[in-house]
């Protein structure tokens, strides 16, 4: 490997804790090399991979989808700005909804904490008689469920 950097130096630039290194290593969504003494080496271009996992799991993809996204890279050669543009395209559906519904979660917020009374006549987490719960679990009306007129 040209110009290996330690777990430690994969670290301090990729902004994650060297047990996350060892972690997605052990998941198989990084690789490293083994000096004599077992220490592990790393190419450069690991910080890349861990930039898209760390962003990957922010956008709200699990670790087993990253790593169904990582193995789509080629492994004969550094992944280019058109192999990640090429994975991360379909997210935008992904980023759509969860920005709605952390749109709605402010909103609700906002609502019940604004009011001041938290009234549960008036919440938007709670209803009298429990009638939401039909819908399925969760805080509905935060989930884009409508109130019943």
């Not at 450069?44 to 996992?53: L, N, P, Q, T, Y």
């Not at 994975?87 to 402010?106: M, N, P, Y």
Request: proline fraction near 5%; charge should be positive.
């Amino acid at each position: 490997m040209a110009d290996p950097l330690t777990i430690g130096q994969v670290a301090a630039r990729a902004g994650v804790a060297t047990s996350a290194l060892r972690f997605y290593e052990e998941r198989g969504l990084i690789r490293s090399e083994r000096t004599g003494a077992s220490h592990r080496r790393y190419p450069r271009s690991v910080i890349r991979r861990v930039a898209f996992i760390v962003f990957a799991q922010k956008v709200g993809l699990t670790l087993d989808e990253v790593g169904e996204e990582l193995a789509k890279l080629p492994e004969n050669r550094v992944p280019t700005r058109a192999d990640w543009a090429k994975l991360s395209s379909s997210w935008t559906g992904r980023i759509d909804a969860r920005i709605a519904e952390l749109e709605r979660l402010r909103e609700g917020l906002t609502e019940c904490i604004g009011c001041g009374c938290l009234s549960l006549g008036r919440c938007a987490l709670a209803n009298p008689g429990d009638w939401a719960a039909r819908r399925g679990p969760g805080p509905r009306y935060l989930l884009g469920d409508r109130k019943a007129s």
